[in-house]
């Protein structure tokens, strides 16, 4: 069964621009580092590589596949989903899931390590849809429609904000959101939802401490002199983002030295012109 629409194609080219971009951010961020055990950053991005590879192939095949038969996999799915985020909750799976950068969010199965809440992305779409579909205009009401999936995705929802992973809970709600708004829900249901969410997701932005802990430990990376690629790497959103890639040659001397030069000749023609003004 094979969709030869532009819609598709249109869809698998945006989808192929964006894992271009996030390889050229991880490049970006990695390309000049050096790990503790001598391994080259960039083959964090060759990894990152593979797995877009091996994700285009089986993202391939499902396209090809027969969407229906997911139903009958929906709640083993969520299921399986729902069990591996509670697994970083638990005080004694320190061994499976281990805290990485102030959060525990992979779970390691021995053969393979997965990110529990990826593959919660995919279970609440197939879950949602599936359900959407049998509820048919029901879905309109808040009783009967909206409600019954608050029941069942708000607690998938808080387990992936207790990791703590604030961002990736609240996509997976918008998902959620898209897929119930496509099928026909109101509007004004995702206002009184919305409403409702508002102070616990102000309160989680508040609360992230992981966050201020990130950034205290990349400072830290200048001051033990692990160098200043490094901690631009962690620090720079210019270097997140890949823009490094438009850099002139005198911007390898960030790489170099702990201050950038052109940063420094700003900083005296700055202070240059105070003094000119004050006299």
């Known amino acids: 069964m094979t969709d030869r629409r532009w819609e598709t194609r249109l869809l698998a080219l ?16 990695s390309s000049l580092l050096t790990t503790a055990g001598g391994q080259v950053g960039s083959a964090f991005a060759l990894r990152q590589a593979l797995g877009a590879l091996v994700g285009g192939v089986i993202a391939t ?42 959060a525990r969010r992979w779970v390691d199965l021995g053969f393979v390590t997965v990110q529990p809440s990826e593959l919660a992305k995919f279970a609440v779409v197939v879950w949602t849809a599936m359900l959407a579909a049998k509820k048919g205009e029901q879905i309109r009401t808040f009783r009967n429609g909206v409600l019954p999936f608050l029941v069942i995705l708000a607690p998938l929802v808080g387990l992936i ?13 918008i998902l959620a959101g898209v897929v119930l708004f496509t099928a ?30 990130r950034r205290h430990r990349g400072g ?49 023609v700055a202070r240059v012109s105070d003094r000119a003004l004050r006299r």
């Open 220 to 268: 830290a990376a200048v001051r033990r002199g692990l160098g200043a690629g490094a901690a631009e790497a962690r620090l720079s959103p210019l270097r997140v983002l890949g823009f490094h890639l438009f850099d002139d040659r005198r911007g390898v001397g960030v790489h170099r030295r702990t201050r950038h030069p052109r940063a420094v000749r700003h900083v005296r």
């Open 61 to 102: 095949l499902l396209a090809r596949s027969d969407y229906r038969q997911w139903r009958r996999y929906a709640w083993p799915v969520l299921g399986g989903a729902t069990v591996l985020l509670v697994i970083p909750l638990l005080p004694f799976t320190h061994g499976l899931a281990p805290t990485l950068n102030g």
């Open 184 to 213: 026909g829900a109101r509007i004004g249901h995702f206002l009184l939802v919305a409403v409702v969410a508002a102070p616990l997701v102000f309160g989680g932005i508040v609360t992230a401490q992981y966050r201020v802990a």
């Open 161 to 173: 904000f207790l990791e703590p992973n604030l961002s990736m809970a609240l996509l997976v709600a």
């Open 14 to 29: 945006l989808a192929a621009v964006l894992v271009v971009f996030g390889l050229t951010a991880v490049y970006g961020a």
